[in-house]
C-alpha cells in the first residue's frame, strides 16, 4: 500500500508524491499542497482527527479522510 | 478641488490585512453589507498628499479567485466588474512576509486581471528576527508593480504605502503570469470569440461556479456562461484550475529562489510549543473550558457594577422628568414611555462590549482557529465541523453575525444547519432577562467559596443553549434531504499578541451597530407599549379614578394605596390590558400572570423588550421611583398567591426564553442567507414550540 499523510507520525516529514482522487480540494493546493512540496506532521487533534501539517511553511488543519488521499514519498 | 479613488484592500486571512486597514483609516470607517446580500463591507477614509482622498475598501480575507465561499465570490465580483461603484483604481494586496509564496497566488491572479496593484508585504518588522532577506528592487522588477514593506503593528511604512497609492497612475498593469499555458488551444477559442473581453476575466466568469453555488453577476457574463463556450465538463474545469495553480506556483517559486533568503537555523519558534498545550487532548479542552467560564464569569460579575448604576440613573432620570415638567400627556411619554425605553437599551452595553472584547481577543490572538480544530471531530458527529464552532461562540454575543459568520462554510447542508441552529445559543439579548430573572429566584450564595450559585446558573443556561444547538444540528442532519460534499481545509495562523487599537475598534464598532439597530426596535415597541397602556376605551378606563374610589371608601385606605389601585385599575381596562388578558389562558399554565404574557408577546420582536416592558407596564402602574426589580419582587400571583416570580414560574420563564425564537432582526438575517421564508418559518415555528412546552413541562413539575 503506498504512503499518505494520514500515515505519517509525529514530526515526520515527507514529500508529496501525487493525488490519489482527482476530488483533492483546490484549496488545498492553492494553500501549497502540490507534488515536490515538504510536508511535516505537526500533531493530531483529540481523537485523531483531524490533523495539523505544516505544508510548505503553511500550518494547515485537514481531516483524516483528506490525508489519505495525498501520496508521499519518504524524506532523505 | 479633492479627488477621491478607490482602493480595494485584498489579502489571504491573516495577513494582518484589518490591522493595516485600521491603520489607514482609524475610526473613519463603516461597516456596512454588499448590496443584495449580506457580506459585511468595511469601508474607510484615507487622506493623501495633493488633495486626494482615497475611499479604502477592505474586502473579505481570500486564498485566492477560485470561489469556494460567498465571501470569496464577493472578492471576484468586486474584481469583475467594472461598471460597480466599488471597482478599485488601485488594489492593495496585503501579505505577510512569512508567507509570502502562498500570498503571491493570490498576487498573480489579481494582477492578471489588468487592475494596477501594490503588493504590500506586512510584519516586515520580524524579517530581522526571522532572519529573512528580500531583494525588493528585483521582486518588483519580476511583478512588474510596485512593492511596499510594512508594519502594521509597529506603524512602519504606512506613509510608503500612501505615497505608492498616490502615485498609482505610475502602475505597470502587464500581467506576470500567462494563465493561457494551461490550456492552448481552448483559450485561443475564446479570444477569438470574445476578442475585446480581457482573457483572465473570461476565464474566472467560466469557473466561478464551479467550486460554489450560483452568484449573481452581470448579464453579458451569462451571455457567456450559456454560449458554446460552456463545452468542458466540470470535471475538466476543475482540471486546468488544478493546472493553473501548478503553473502559478512554477512562476512564484522561481521567483523567490532569486529574491528571498530565509536562514532556517533561526526558525525555532513558539507556536509548536504552544499548540502542544493549547491543542493537547485534555489541557487542550480544560483551557478552552476555563476559558470560557472566565468569559461568562466576568460578564456576570464585573459588568453587574456599571449595569446597576445606569439601572438608577435611568430610574431616577424618569422621576426628574415626571416631576419637574409639568404633568401632560407629553410628560408622561417621556418619563415612562422614552426614558425606560432608552434605559434598557443603554443598560446592554457593558455586556455586549464585554463580550465582543472577549471574542475579539480570541480571534486577534489565534486561538480562535486552534478552538475550530479542537472541537471538529466532537462537531462532525452531528453534521457540523470546526467552523460551526466559531459562529456557535459568536451566537453567545449576537445571533445576527453569527448567522454571517457561516459564509465560509463551503457545504450548503453543513452552513444551513448552523443558520438554523445558531440562535439556541444564549445571546446577550437574553441576558438582561436571565440576569434579572435569576436574581429574582436564585440565591446569591456562593457554593464551594468560589462560585457563586447565580452565576452557575446563567453558566447552565450557556451550556442548555448550546446543548440544543447540537442536538438539534443532529436532528437535522438526520432529516434534512440535501447532499454534502464537505471538506475541511483550514489555515492555523500564528499566535499574536493582540492588538489594542483592532480589539478597540471592533467593540466601538459592533457595540454602536448592536446598540443602534436593537435600539430602535426596542424605542419604536416602547412607545407603541406606551400608548397602549395609557389608552383605552369604556367607562371602566375613563372612569377608573371614581369607580376605584367608590370600591374602596369604606376601607380608608392611604393616599399612595388608593392611587396605586386606580392605576392599576386603569392599565387593566386599557388596550394592553384587554390584549393580556386575551392572551391569559395560553400563558397561565406556564405560571404567568397577562402582564407577564404582554412583556413575552412584545418581546417576540426582540427579547431584551421583555425588561423594558415590565418596566414600562410597572411604571406606567406605579409612578414611584424604583427600580424594576425591587417592582417585580413586589409582584404577587393574583391566582395561587406569593410571590408572582418565584422559582417554578422563574425557571419556566428561563426556559422560554432559552428556546424561543424572538428576534425578527435574525429572521431577517436568516431569510436573507438563505434566500428563502421557508427556513425563518420553520425555525420559528420550531423554536417556539419547544420554548412552550419546556416552560410549561418546568413549571407544572416544579410548581
Known amino acids: 500500500m503506498e504512503k499518505t499523510i494520514a500515515h505519517l507520525k509525529r514530526g515526520e516529514i515527507a514529500i508529496i508524491k501525487s493525488f490519489k482522487e482527482t476530488d483533492v480540494p483546490l484549496k488545498l493546493l492553492e494553500m501549497g499542497c502540490l507534488p515536490g512540496n515538504l510536508v511535516t506532521m505537526m500533531q493530531s487533534a483529540p481523537f485523531q482527527d483531524p490533523i495539523y501539517l505544516n505544508i510548505n511553511g503553511t500550518h494547515l488543519a485537514i481531516r483524516r479522510e483528506t490525508a489519505c488521499k495525498i501520496n508521499v514519498d519518504p524524506y532523505v | 478641488m479633492s479627488r477621491s479613488i478607490n482602493v480595494s484592500l485584498i489579502g489571504n486571512p491573516n495577513t494582518g490585512k484589518t490591522s493595516l486597514f485600521n491603520r489607514l ?140 497609492i498616490t502615485q498609482y497612475k505610475t502602475l505597470n498593469t502587464q500581467p506576470c503570469v500567462n494563465a493561457s499555458v494551461i490550456d492552448p488551444e481552448y483559450f485561443a477559442r475564446l479570444k477569438k470569440a470574445y476578442p475585446h473581453q480581457l482573457l483572465y476575466k473570461l476565464w474566472l466568469v467560466i469557473t466561478q461556479d464551479v467550486n460554489f453555488g450560483k452568484v449573481e453577476r452581470d448579464r453579458d457574463y451569462e451571455k457567456l456562461k450559456t454560449s458554446s463556450f460552456d463545452i468542458k465538463s466540470e470535471e475538466d474545469l476543475k482540471r486546468l484550475q488544478h493546472k493553473e495553480t501548478v503553473v502559478r506556483y512554477q512562476f512564484i517559486n522561481g521567483l523567490l529562489k532569486k529574491v528571498l533568503h530565509v536562514d532556517t537555523s533561526h526558525a525555532k519558534d513558539l507556536r509548536s510549543k504552544l499548540d502542544r498545550i493549547l491543542l493537547h487532548k485534555v489541557w487542550g479542552y480544560l483551557i478552552f473550558f476555563l476559558i470560557l467560564l472566565l468569559i461568562f464569569q466576568a460578564i456576570y460579575d464585573w459588568s453587574s457594577y456599571p449595569m446597576d448604576w445606569i439601572d438608577e440613573l435611568f430610574a431616577s432620570f424618569s422621576a426628574i422628568t ?167 481545509v483550514m489555515e492555523m495562523p500564528a499566535y499574536k499578541l493582540p492588538m489594542f487599537k483592532n480589539v478597540g475598534i471592533t467593540v466601538v464598532e459592533k457595540t454602536k451597530s448592536f446598540v443602534l439597530g436593537a435600539g430602535k426596535i426596542i424605542m419604536a415597541i416602547s412607545i407603541v407599549l406606551w400608548i397602549l397602556a395609557s389608552y383605552g376605551l369604556g367607562d371602566q378606563f375613563t372612569k377608573a379614578e371614581q369607580i376605584v374610589t367608590e370600591k374602596y371608601a369604606s376601607q380608608n385606605l392611604s393616599d399612595k394605596a388608593l392611587q396605586q389601585k386606580i392605576a392599576s385599575h386603569k392599565l387593566e381596562h386599557s388596550f394592553i390590558g384587554y390584549i393580556g388578558k386575551g392572551i391569559e389562558p395560553a400563558v397561565r399554565p406556564l405560571g404567568y400572570d397577562w402582564k407577564i404574557g404582554i412583556a413575552i408577546v412584545s418581546s417576540f420582536a426582540a427579547r431584551e423588550v421583555f425588561v423594558g416592558t415590565l418596566a414600562t407596564i410597572y411604571s406606567v402602574e406605579n409612578a414611584e421611583e424604583e427600580t424594576i426589580k425591587n417592582r417585580m419582587q413586589a409582584e404577587t400571583n393574583p391566582i395561587l398567591g406569593g ?4 422559582f417554578a414560574s422563574g425557571i419556566s420563564l428561563l426556559l422560554f426564553y432559552a428556546f424561543a425564537m424572538q428576534c425578527m432582526s435574525t429572521l431577517a438575517i436568516v431569510k436573507r442567507e438563505t434566500v428563502s421564508w421557508k427556513w425563518p418559518a420553520i425555525q420559528f415555528a420550531a423554536m417556539t414550540l419547544i420554548a412552550y412546552f419546556a416552560a410549561l413541562g418546568a413549571f407544572q413539575i416544579l410548581k
Open chain 2, 322 to 488: 415626571a416631576e419637574s415638567l409639568p404633568a401632560g400627556p407629553f410628560t408622561s411619554l417621556l418619563a415612562e414611555g422614552i426614558i425606560p425605553g432608552l434605559g434598557g437599551i443603554v443598560i446592554f452595553i457593558p455586556q455586549i462590549a464585554f463580550l465582543f472584547f472577549f471574542i475579539a481577543l480570541l480571534e486577534e490572538s489565534g486561538y480562535m482557529s486552534r478552538v475550530v480544530f479542537l472541537m471538529d471531530h466532537i462537531m462532525k458527529k452531528f453534521g457540523l465541523s470546526g467552523k460551526s464552532v466559531v459562529p456557535l461562540v459568536s451566537g453567545t454575543a449576537c445571533a445576527i453575525p453569527a448567522v454571517m459568520a457561516t459564509r465560509n462554510i463551503e457545504d450548503w447542508k453543513e452552513r444551513l444547519i448552523t443558520i438554523l441552529v445558531v440562535p439556541f445559543t444564549t445571546c446577550s439579548a437574553r441576558l438582561p432577562v436571565y440576569l434579572i430573572i435569576i436574581a429574582l429566584v436564585i440565591p446569591d450564595r456562593d457554593i464551594w467559596w468560589i462560585f457563586n450559585l447565580q452565576g452557575l446558573t446563567l453558566m447552565l443556561l450557556y451550556l442548555l443553549g448550546f446543548g440544543a444547538a447540537i442536538f438539534s444540528a443532529w436532528v437535522l442532519n438526520k432529516i434534512l434531504p440535501i447532499k454534502r460534499k464537505s471538506f475541511f
Open chain 2, 25 to 164: 483609516t482609524g475610526l473613519n470607517q463603516k461597516v456596512g453589507n454588499y448590496p443584495g446580500i449580506t457580506v459585511e463591507k468595511k469601508e474607510g477614509v484615507c487622506k493623501l498628499d495633493r488633495g486626494l482622498k482615497a475611499h479604502i475598501l477592505d474586502l473579505p480575507g481570500t486564498y485566492s479567485l477560485n470561489t469556494s465561499s460567498l465571501d470569496e465570490s464577493v472578492v471576484v465580483e468586486t474584481l469583475l466588474n467594472r461598471n460597480s461603484r466599488d471597482f478599485p483604481d488601485v488594489a492593495v494586496v496585503v501579505s505577510d512576509i512569512e508567507n509570502i509564496k502562498r500570498n503571491l497566488l493570490l498576487f498573480t491572479q489579481i494582477k492578471d486581471l489588468e487592475i494596477p496593484t501594490i503588493l504590500a508585504i506586512n510584519m516586515a518588522d520580524r524579517m530581522q528576527r526571522k532572519a529573512i532577506t528580500l531583494d525588493i528592487e528585483l521582486m518588483e522588477a519580476e511583478l512588474n508593480t510596485k512593492v511596499v514593506l510594512v508594519s502594521a503593528r509597529k506603524n512602519q511604512g504606512i506613509n510608503d504605502l500612501k505615497d505608492a
Open chain 2, 643 to 646: 410571590p408572582l416570580f418565584n
